[in-house]
């Protein structure tokens, strides 16, 4: 079943089109890889779907739902949540104050309860738990998130995100500016979400190596437009991407 | 924050605390320090009422606004025969009221838009209380206004007063208290640090400060009335844009996060002006030298220093655990 | 009175006014535009101009362009002290600043109450007499605000566009990190631009010093307009502020002339909301850009 339909989605700004025309669809399950030389407008396509930009043209649809437009905060209720690239968490909050904060929108008390009972923070603070550990960062979780390493920071924006129960992830370059090391960590740390949780994930990602390793399938945008879809392997022995990476001359020599 | 495992030797100090307040009447030297702790127990509501707001992300430079709004709304309503008891609580409902409508309009923009439209909007409440002079009673203000009275006993003289003001000052902190640890608080300061992430966790930061603005502004407007009723005097001078400097001021001193922090700043900030109020100019020097003074040295308030140290004990506790952990 | 004659007192009222708003806006807009600070200040240094020219050619008969230098050249050096003590350390934080922009407010206006008293003082004119066109009276005294005024505003204009300082300024306000890596010390910048603008506000109220009377607390109500006139003319716009201040001015004395001084505040108010509303960016503002 697809999760997620995208049809002829479009952006532009002024007279600039970002991304036009591109369909394709995630099915539950999928582990996505959406790749792209620098510009494609990979990012773009990316808030747009998340909710974070409005699209020109086109409707996004998940659960078959037509979200296309609605805020970031309605979509992630119902089970869409994304990750940023950069500020991704709570610099201030101790660590497991980030994870609990994730969990906020789907507790059950609302917006009015919670005012005389703590229950809602002990629930929302073993959920957090339990993601902390997923990410192994439960040692960590008195510290603030600001003392933690470069990598630990990044994990945690994953956790913060998986908090809210999502049933979609989208992480936008999880892996970008990691070491190596980090790098391997995360992704392994992202398998393991991937089967312990069931969760359906898309992934922007720079890094071949990353997007290789863990994703099924893989969309590739250059200059706004949808170019190749397939397996990875295909993907990367499709002339049209090694065209759009490595230039004309590559293709031809 | 988390809230920290709360230890019996807090409740005693916050139980000593009150009873001292409570106490106050009977050993204050004379009236005079009745007055002041009144005046503490007022400012203190208008300083968590900020920092409610403070604590969604935004500051309002016009927080003597709302105040003013309320004590007119409840000096003209008693002075028509209501209830001065209910009175109150209409002041805060529509000074509230203009918070949300207002709010709803302009807190959808980047900070420095919402402080300007704050700001004006003291400064307009100020310019009808002067123009509406048919109703509002001009620059003069209106005199005679009623004491409140609670169940035919009327609080006219300072000690019959300062129980009551004590009242709905240790109320306001508890509530304000229950407002920081519930899920609301909690989206609350989650909006403040971060309100992309906050958003895309699923939360409507929009609503969250303008309930937050409400909040805080509905105080506001009950704290005005209660201080209109208890000098019997309103005018378009009781509220100017410098009482929201000082309320500001007194928020940034005492500590922007927490209860504790305008508790710390009403304290050493409230005796000052009356203290000094021979030289008028003096005060306020002072005030703003500890504002931009604070904000260099001490920027997250004098309450911070208490807990800094607090958290230090409490990560030398973590860690210990840590170790103990490991070596079994 | 015929209604030409109150019509065009209207509007060289209006311009007046306008050209004193547009002088403090466009030194609120530089500061925000370059150093990233609301300051609640500004019309502080306006106060402690007019206030230092009334004592030196109100009640001590300095010569008047020595008047004018002296008050300008000490409420400069001031802006100066205040941007090494108190605004360098702000640069950048918007809520921090603008607090501590409210501090510094406090004090200079409370100094001056202290050191001089709180009773306000009145200038004698300039000039006096009427320059007459047609049959219409222009009094000299108004006029010689708006001359004066518009002197000042072209000056900075040249000064912004034909010159390095200048130009580097635009630079640091359209990102100070990539002037920074071109070579322009930025360090330098902030002050230039910080004192500049304490300038403006200190020659405006000389300018204005004779046409109004001078109490230490004539401050805020300029730095409300001035903060008003630039989120309608677009935060860090120049133009935005000439054209805003001009608009200003003019509402303010059409309608405190045919309806009420309050009535023009709330006008202003919803003009705001408006611009606010529906062109965040101002009227004349660019776009900040997604980040």
């Known amino acids: 079943m697809s999760m997620l339909e995208i049809e002829s989605l479009k952006r532009s700004f002024g007279g600039l089109v970002a991304v036009r025309n591109v369909t394709f669809n995630v099915n539950e399950g999928d582990f996505l890889g959406l790749i792209g030389p620098n510009g494609a407008g990979k990012t773009t396509l990316f808030n747009v779907i998340s909710g974070v930009l409005r699209p020109s043209a086109g409707t996004v649809r998940f659960l078959g739902r037509d979200i296309s437009g609605k805020p970031a905060n309605q979509t992630v209720r119902q089970g869409l949540s994304r990750t940023f690239q950069a500020a991704t968490i709570y610099p201030e909050a101790s660590v497991i104050e980030n994870a609990a904060r994730g969990t906020l929108a789907s507790s059950l008390t609302g917006l009015w309860g919670g005012f005389l009972s703590s229950k809602w923070r002990v629930a929302a603070e073993e959920k957090a738990f339990h993601v902390l550990d997923l990410f192994g960062l439960t040692r960590r979780a008195a510290l603030k998130a600001r003392e933690l390493s470069y990598g630990e920071q990044r994990r945690l924006g994953v956790a913060i995100a998986l908090a809210s129960d999502p049933k979609l992830l989208m992480l936008d370059e999880p892996v970008a ?11 392994s740390v992202l398998r393991r979400v991937k089967s312990e949780r069931g969760v ?45 990476y490595l230039g004309k001359e590559a293709v031809h020599a | ?119 004006a909007f003291s400064q307009i409440a100020v310019l009808l209380a002067l123009d509406m002079s048919f109703v509002t009673g001009g620059a003069n203000g209106l005199v005679g206004v009623p004491p409140i009275s609670i169940f035919g006993h009327v609080l006219l003289t300072k000690p019959q007063f300062y129980p009551f003001a004590l009242v709905c000052a240790l109320t306001t902190l508890l509530l304000t208290w229950l407002l920081y640890r519930s899920p609301l608080g909690t989206m609350m300061a989650a909006t403040a640090e971060n309100q992309r992430l906050t ?99 001490v920027p997250n308030g004098l309450a911070s220093l208490v807990q800094t140290w607090r958290s230090r004990q409490r990560v030398a506790g973590t860690g210990a655990a840590i170790v103990a952990e490991e070596v079994t | 009175m015929s209604m030409e004659i109150i019509l065009v007192q209207t509007v060289v009222n209006g311009l007046m006014v306008g050209m004193i708003y547009v002088l403090m806006a466009i030194g609120f807009t530089m500061v925000f535009g370059i150093m990233r ?14 206030f230092l020219f009334a004592i030196l050619y109100g009640s001590n008969d300095v010569p008047f362009s020595i008047s004018v230098l002296l008050a300008v050249g000490a409420t400069a050096l001031l802006g100066l002290l205040m941007e090494r003590i108190v605004f360098r350390r702000f640069r950048g934080n918007e809520l921090n600043g603008m607090i501590a922009s409210v501090g510094v407010a406090l004090i200079l206006q409370n100094s ?14 300039v000039i006096s007499g009427v320059l007459s066109v047609g049959g219409i009276v ?26 390095r300082i200048g130009r580097a300024m635009r630079a640091v306000a359209q990102d100070a990190e990539i002037a920074q890596v071109q070579g322009i010390r930025v360090d330098v910048i902030f ?8 300038s403006l506000a200190a020659f405006a109220g000389v300018l204005m010093a004779p046409v109004l009377s001078v109490s230490p607390f004539i401050g805020l109500a300029p730095t409300l307009k001035a903060f008003v006139i630039v989120v309608i003319g677009g935060l860090g716009s120049v133009p935005g502020a000439v054209a805003g201040g001009l608009l200003i001015g003019l509402i303010e004395s059409f309608a405190g002339t045919f309806v009420s001084a309050s009535l023009s505040e709330i006008l202003q108010f919803l003009v705001v909301i408006a611009v606010v509303l529906l062109r965040p960016q101002g009227l004349l503002g660019r776009k900040e850009r997604e980040a």
């Open chain 3, 138 to 163: 222009f009094p000299w005294s108004r006029l010689v605000v708006i001359i004066g005024a518009i002197v000042a505003v072209v000056s900075l204009n040249l000064l912004i566009g034909h010159t």
């Open chain 1, 177 to 187: 500016g990691l070491n190596p090391e980090e790098a391997a960590e995360l992704a």
């Open chain 1, 200 to 244: 359906t994930m898309v992934m922007v990602e720079h890094h071949m190596r990353t997007v290789m390793g863990l994703c099924n399938r893989v969309v590739v945008l250059d200059h706004g437009t949808l170019i190749a879809e397939g397996t990875p392997a295909e993907v990367v022995s499709n002339p049209l991407v090694i065209e759009a």
């Open chain 2, 199 to 297: 958003e895309s966790s699923g939360i409507d930061t929009h609503r969250v400060q303008v309930i937050a603005f409400t909040i805080g502004s509905g105080i506001a407007g009950f704290a005005g009335a209660l201080s209109t009723h208890y000098l019997r005097f309103i005018s378009p001078d009781s509220y100017t844009f410098w009482e929201s400097v000082s309320y500001l001021t007194m928020l940034v001193v005492g500590g922007r996060d927490g209860v504790l922090g305008p508790v710390v700043g009403v304290l050493v900030l409230t005796p000052l002006p009356e203290l000094l109020r021979a030289t008028e100019g003096l005060q306020h020097i002072i005030y703003g030298a500890m504002l931009v003074l604070c904000l260099m040295f």
């Open chain 3, 37 to 50: 600070i609301v300051n609640f200040a500004h019309g502080e240094f306006y106060m402690v101009g007019a």
């Open chain 3, 191 to 198: 002050p230039v631009a910080f004192v500049l603008g304490v």
């Open chain 2, 1 to 119: 924050m988390n809230p920290p495992t709360i230890k019996p030797m807090y409740y005693v100090g916050v139980a000593v605390a009150v009873v001292l307040a409570a106490l106050l009447p009977w050993f204050a030297p004379n009236q005079f320090y009745i007055h002041l702790a009144t005046l503490g127990c007022m400012n203190l509501m208008l300083v968590l009422g900020l920092a409610i707001i403070a604590r969604a992300g935004q500051l309002s430079m016009g927080h003597g606004g709302f105040a003013l709004v309320g004590g007119y709304v409840s000096a003209l309503l008693s002075m028509r025969g209501w209830s001065p008891l209910l009175s109150l609580f209409i002041a805060g409902l529509v000074a509230a009221a203009i918070a949300a409508a207002l709010g709803w309009i302009i807190l959808r923009l980047r900070g420095v838009y919402f402080v300007l439209v704050a700001f």
């Open chain 3, 112 to 125: 001056v109450l202290l050191m001089w008293g709180s009773s306000s003082r009145t200038v004698p004119p």
